[in-house]
């Protein structure tokens, strides 16, 4: 069973800075071959995407936070971080990890319990 927790969240003014971080635990080595990223979900919106990596290291990310946002990865620790700069009033959102299965969990889709993210103007 793969559980993911989140930690990190909370209030800040705009313009700082927050970082996310993501452990996963269970299902073996699902975490070092997997693409783990973070996802986002405002009040009244659907979830979007935020910023991907894969397990070798290639980055996507969301037009609206490139440049400001990174995501980085330790498989060793099954971790994945979001250090998110500049942030504005638009990314308040409750922020999701999330482990998509490759190999054996290939077509597997897992998600943390989400972390709120309170940007005030």
């Known amino acids: 069973q793969v559980q993911l927790v989140e930690s990190g969240g909370g209030l800040v003014q705009a313009g700082g800075s927050l970082r996310l971080s993501c452990v996963g635990s269970?299902?073996?080595?699902?975490?070092?071959?997997?693409?783990m990223g973070w996802y986002r979900q405002a009040p009244g919106n659907q979830r979007e995407l935020v910023a991907v990596?894969?397990?070798?290291?290639?980055?996507n990310y969301a037009d609206s936070v490139k440049g400001r946002f990174a995501i980085s990865r330790d498989n060793a620790k099954n971790t994945v971080w979001l250090q998110m700069n500049s942030l504005k009033s638009e990314d308040t959102a409750v922020y999701y990890c999330?482990?998509?299965?490759?190999?054996?969990?290939?077509?597997?889709?897992?998600w943390g319990q989400g972390t709120q993210v309170t940007v005030s103007s």
């Open positions: 990596i894969s397990s070798g290291g290639s980055t």
């Open positions: 999330n482990v998509q299965g490759r190999g054996p969990w290939n077509g597997l889709n897992y």
């Open positions: 269970g299902s073996g080595s699902i975490f070092s071959i997997s693409v």
